[in-house]
């Protein structure tokens, strides 16, 4: 099966030395939905951004290779790669409210990455706009196209993300943490939705989150970041029985269950913590030699 | 991060020096100008017409900046014209500040009918062109430094009381200021002992500025031959005259322009300076 | 039904404040010690010249009756005869109300072009030296008035390097009728770029004076709303499509960066208009701002009046423009 997202150890740090991914290694296929979970501020949304080429001024790549559908993104000149991510990926954002660009009308700004940047025709991008608007269960899409974000609820907004990062047929959807923002019930309704799509599109999904309990519903395989490290890569079965890594483990059992939602919150046990960070020294210091 | 901000202090710093430094410098000139100027400043010699400054060919010593039309020494005319700028400066800022601050502080405090009658003439002032307002007030007035000062304060005190008016609203929302009420304190005492002292870094940042608006109104007001007693030395008169000889004599309006431009800049980046210094974001 | 109510009560207040100017210049004027009539007449005139005069002009009234004489005139588009020039004071003052908008406008887009071009060059380069740069310029010509920016760039490019005209609206020499007083657009239609070439070569200094204090303002306000804006989520979104720095800072965040400065850009429009008063002045370019100095030098009341109501009317127009500018750009003012 084609791997549409390959990183390979890949390596961001702030400024000249101070890392916040550290050897990242981490494939999507095609048609699999990979869990990245991780406490806050371990670097999940930085795999995002690097993927996107959309890292905070003051990081930079150190190493590593990004490969997406076969084309290595660091070795092309910046605008093809613009180019290439445009075509054969797609973010879903966290918060739908701040995602929409208040001033413009929702038609073009699903349409707008298929005109300008993929060159399509004006009129069959319109019509690709109102299939994925029907898709994504969204009622008078005609409508809803003219409209202003302001005049859309949340859920509404989430659904039009969900189908302008469908738009361009992308190979890969990186969706960070989409459902935080939005309450329980359209959270459901929203997970749902992403999920049918990624199957009716076979599309690869990186699917960013706090929340196992997500995970065990619609990922196929799962990435276990602590402080920019890669702890645990494996499949969910395999996790969800007997994870690998003591940290994994612990994050397992410090998760709620929805069947005993008696269950006290477990933390994290320190000692694991300190395990993880000798892991992290370790990396580190293995760098420093090379 | 730390060092950052100790750059962005530095900024500051030189800002303040340079600009405190030439404001100085003016102060004295000002107070001994008699002893600076090289020659009587009123004095007029038709031989001595229209010299160059220093460095070009034709140049007289004792007249360093050259001289105008009328033969009068342009460097001595700035030392002198400094007088006037700089009591213009103090004093319409300081009573444009008393006024349009008190005005402000009441309106924002008070809030009710003094705050709508206030509202309304700041808008009924804001729709005066000020430069033609102060004209006019003049040539009411006649010329002469009380009517250039009276004219100053008259159009500017709404720039205090728009900004304490509205500085004055949001500490008045402040807790301090209700328990203050609890207290027992009076209304007035209130103002004066609570939000005063909150709005007074603003006031002093507006003061500044306002200085430097002073001199630009009273050059310009000698720029249209209304300031002063036409024989009295004014930077804005020496440019009024140099704009006319300009071709001729550029020296005569490139000095005093100097001069206007340093010094509204110093007072203005004094003000600034001062901004960024109050800001506690920066302490 | 709230719409028109909230015009309605800009259109009283406004009429407020037209009302308080007129009441205020009317007064202030006529503390005049000197008599206005008697400078008008050689030294030793008959009194009885003066008291016709005086009637004529209705001078022998009492300040209030004066003054609702001269406010019922104006209701019906009668401003009054100037003392100096013996013509109706609305005729002077519309044949110099073109020259002076024809300038402010002309400064104004020259204002929005510059000020908009730095934001916009300093928000692509944010972090460079160039930005740096962008800002210390930005500092200096905020705090210098647009009277010194006159004078430095009569010295620049009147003397130094003599590039523009220095003073008046066209070269006298040119021979050509103009069929209304709005000369430069009036060139233009009539395709006659020469002239229109010797009018922008007068007007340049004057409207790049005014249009500096201005840019500087725009160029502050709109990179600060644009440094913002870059930072918000849609902005990112859009740069996950694949679009470059440009498209991203000019089509996404612009637009939005605009809205907060325009209320500002605005008042300080108004700002740039009372500055044409002593710029035409500095330029001697014939417009009402020149008209109003000799009006007062020469005491010439009604003109005087005449002069600072229509300012005070095109304030006010200024303002209740952007602000319906606002509300229309505004998509969620647009749709209540
Ligand atoms: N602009 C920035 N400059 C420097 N460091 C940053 C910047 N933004 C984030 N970081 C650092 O990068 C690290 C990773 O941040 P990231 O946003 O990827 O975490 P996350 O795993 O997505 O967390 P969350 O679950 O809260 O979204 C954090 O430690 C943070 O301190
Ligand atoms: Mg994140």
Known sequence: MNTFLTIEDLTVTLGT????????????KAEEVRGLVGESGAGKSMIGKAVFGTLPTALRITSGRIILDGEDLQSLSPRERRRIIGAKAALIPQD???????????????????????????????????????????????RVMRSYPHELSGGMRQRILIASAFAAKPKLIIADEPTTALDVIVQKQVLQMTKEMQKRHGTALLFVTHDLGVVSKICQSITVLYNGLVL???????????????????????????????????PVPSAVIRAADEEVRACDRIHQNV | MDNARAQIKRKIGVRLWLSGGWLTFLVLAAIFAPLISPQDPLAQDLFTSRLPPFWVDGAEPGYPLGSDSLGRDVLSRIVFGTR??????????????????????????????????????????MAFPPVLFAILLIAVMGTGLTSIIIAIVVIDWTRFARVIRAEAIGQSAMDYVASAQVAGRTRFSTMFREILPNVLPTIAVLLTLEMGIAVIVESILSFVNLSISTDQPTWGGMISEGRVSVHQAWWVLIFPLLTLFLTVLSFSQLGEGLKDHFDPVLK | MTRIKRILLRLLTMSITLFGVAVIVFFVIRVVPGNPISMMLPPGAQEEDIARLQALYGFDRSIPEQFFIWLSGVMQGDLGTSITTHQPVLGLVLSRLPATLELSVVALFLAVFIGGFLALASTRMRGTRVEGMIDVANGMAL??????????????????????HISGRISPTLDFQFQTKFYLFESVMRLRFDIWLDLVSHMFLPALALAIPLAAIIAQLLKQSLKETMHLDYVTLSRTKGYGENHVIIQEALPNAILPTLTLVGVQFTFLIGGTVIIERLFSYEGLGNMAIDAVINRDLPLIQGIVILFALIFTIVNLAVDLTYAALNPKLRHG
Not at chain 1, 124 to 131: F, I, M
């Open chain 2, 84 to 125: 006037i700028a700089l009591s213009v400066a103090f004093i319409a800022g300081t009573i444009t500040c008393l006024l349009g601050a008190t005005l402000g502080l009441i309106a924002g405090y008070f809030r009710g009918w003094p705050d709508m009658l206030i509202s309304r003439l700041v808008d009924i002032w």
């Open chain 1, 232 to 266: 645990e890569d494996t499949s969910i079965a395999q996790f969800f029985k007997q994870p690998s890594h003591p940290y994994s483990a612990a994050l397992l059992r410090a998760t709620p269950k929805y069947t005993d939602p008696d269950s006290s919150l477990m």
């Open chain 3, 143 to 164: 705090s210098i008035p647009d009277f010194l920016w006159g004078l430095v760039l009569v010295l620049l490019f009147g003397v130094l390097w003599p590039v523009f």
């Open chain 1, 96 to 142: 739908p409210l701040t995602a929409l660009n208040p001033s413009r009308r929702i038609g073009p700004q699903i349409t707008n990455r298929l005109v300008d940047i993929l060159g399509w025709h004006k009129a069959d991008a319109r019509l690709r706009a109102l299939e994925l608007l029907d898709e994504v269960h969204i009622p008078e899409p005609e």
């Open chain 1, 17 to 28: 030395s101070c890392p916040i991914l550290r050897s990242v290694n981490l494939k999507v």
